[in-house]
Nanobody
Framework: QVQLVESGGGLVQPGGSLRLSCSASGSILHMGWHRQAPGKECELVAA???????NYADSVKVRFTISRDNRKNTVYLQMDSLKPGDTAVYYC??????????WGQGTQVTVSS
């Protein structure tokens, strides 16, 4: 069983930045971030497989950057130029080589003046 521990959420003003981190307790193949805003469906924000292309939602391209440190089994999401529409609970998701999927507990990101 792999556990994911997220950190880095909080309250920020529009135009500000936050950096989310997600550390996995075991070896992970694919990692990514999803988010869910009140009254909206969960959506993929960014995904970074162990190999292959990084994917971003159109709404966050250019503003967000996903990266990973394989030695630490950690994925990061650097969020710049934040907008009120980015307000949501952000969840880390990971998949291991056997295809098992794991989710973090979620971290709240609030963008408000």
């Amino acid at each position: 069983q792999v556990q994911l521990v997220e950190s880095g959420g909080g309250l920020v003003q529009p135009g500000g930045s936050l950096r989310l981190s997600c550390s996995a307790s075991g070896s992970i193949l694919h990692m990514g971030w999803h988010r869910q805003a009140p009254g909206k469906e969960c959506e993929l924000v960014a995904a970074i497989p162990s190999g292959g292309s990084i994917n971003y939602a159109d709404s966050v391209k250019v503003r967000f950057t996903i990266s990973r440190d394989n030695r630490k089994n950690t994925v990061y999401l650097q969020m710049d130029s934040l907008k009120p529409g980015d307000t949501a609970v952000y969840y880390c998701k990971a998949r291991n080589i056997c295809g098992h999927e794991y989710w973090g507990q979620g971290t709240q990101v609030t963008v408000s003046s």
